[in-house]
């Protein structure tokens, strides 16, 4: 399991980097959402150190949870009341709903990792994307 976590760290992760990043600028944005949800995978997976069993487990998971949460932001965009403490606390709701489900296939260490590998994962495409102009 090692070695394929290493392979992976090594080989792919740099692999996805630099296909990314040699998109040319006239590529669909269908093709670019995808590129940039495997960078997504491959970053994340690697941040929480996830064995082959756990993202299989974790990653449905996950997948569903920011579906969630955009469909979230889609109808608070859309709701004119501007009721910001509404949204904050249906987020929140949202949050620990899957924080529980995460919970129940990968370690707790891991899911308490979750938001700092979000954020770093954030952080290190904004410095790409910088870096690339």
């Known amino acids: 399991m090692k070695k394929i976590t290493l392979f992976a760290t090594r080989y792919i992760l740099p692999i996805l980097v630099i296909?990314?990043?040699s998109l040319p600028s006239s590529a669909a944005a269908q093709n670019q959402k995808d590129d940039l949800e495997a960078l997504r995978v491959a970053f994340i997976t690697k941040e929480l150190k996830l064995t082959s069993d756990e993202s299989q487990k974790f990653w449905p998971i996950y997948n569903e949870y920011l579906k969630?949460?955009?469909?979230?932001?889609?109808?608070a965009?859309?709701?004119d009341s501007g009721d910001d403490v509404a949204y904050q606390q249906?987020?929140?709701n949202l949050r620990k709903k899957y924080t529980d489900k995460l919970k129940a296939v990968i370690p707790?260490?891991?899911?308490?990792?979750?938001?700092?590998?979000?954020k770093e994962f954030k952080k290190?495409?904004?410095?790409?994307i910088s870096n690339s102009k």
Do not use: C, H, I, Q
Not at 68 to 75: C, P
Not at 124 to 128: C, N, V
């Open 19 to 21: 296909l990314f990043m």
């Open 68 to 75: 969630e949460l955009s469909k979230l932001r889609k109808d």
């Open 77 to 79: 965009a859309g709701d």
């Open 90 to 92: 249906d987020k929140l």
């Open 108 to 118: 707790d260490t891991k899911v308490n990792e979750l938001p700092k590998a979000e």
């Open 124 to 128: 290190w495409l904004l410095e790409k």
